[in-house]
């Protein structure tokens, strides 16, 4: 039997581990059209694993003050914006290769992460994340229970003997 995988012909068999995830994935396959439609490459940026539950996000941000930086949680994305401020006159350049424009760039977070904190240092901005495991999602053990019935019957059984 030959059927159509919900993850797409790449994942055919995805489907028999994970179960309920096709509107996780609907939500991923979106989010990455949204987001690829306009891929700047300025500035550019680094995301570093830096623990199991830790991420920084570095952006190359010279010419650029704290001030003039933005950051904010829209849903579950994280917008970083820059306001370049020109105050010098353009035609004192002879050349101008240092880019000092406006920039937007858009990370989409999953549900757990939190922003935990943010720095500017050197020409860098360092975002740090953290995913924030719940109680009720960390790991448990369950314990098995025995059929009472089956139980109280084996009981009665072997006294009889």
Known sequence: MTHLSVFGPGFKDFDRFFVGFDDQFNRIAKMHDDLA???????????????????????AVAGFARQDIEIELDGGNMVIKGSAKNEEEENNFLYKGIANRNF??????????????????????????????????????????????????????????
């Not at 439609?37 to 952006?59: A, F, L, Q």
């Not at 229970?145 to 009665?156: H, N, S, V, Y």
């Open 37 to 59: 439609k306009n891929i700047p490459n300025y500035p550019p940026y680094n995301i570093k694993k830096t623990g199991d539950n830790t991420y920084v996000i570095e952006i």
């Open 104 to 161: 937007t760039r858009t990370f989409a977070l999953e549900d757990q992460i939190e922003i935990k904190d943010a720095e500017m240092f050197n020409g860098m901005l360092k975002v740090f994340l953290e995913r924030i495991i719940p109680e009720h999602k960390k790991p448990k053990k369950i314990e098995i229970k025995a059929d009472k019935k089956a139980e109280k019957q084996l009981l009665t059984e072997s006294s009889q003997d």
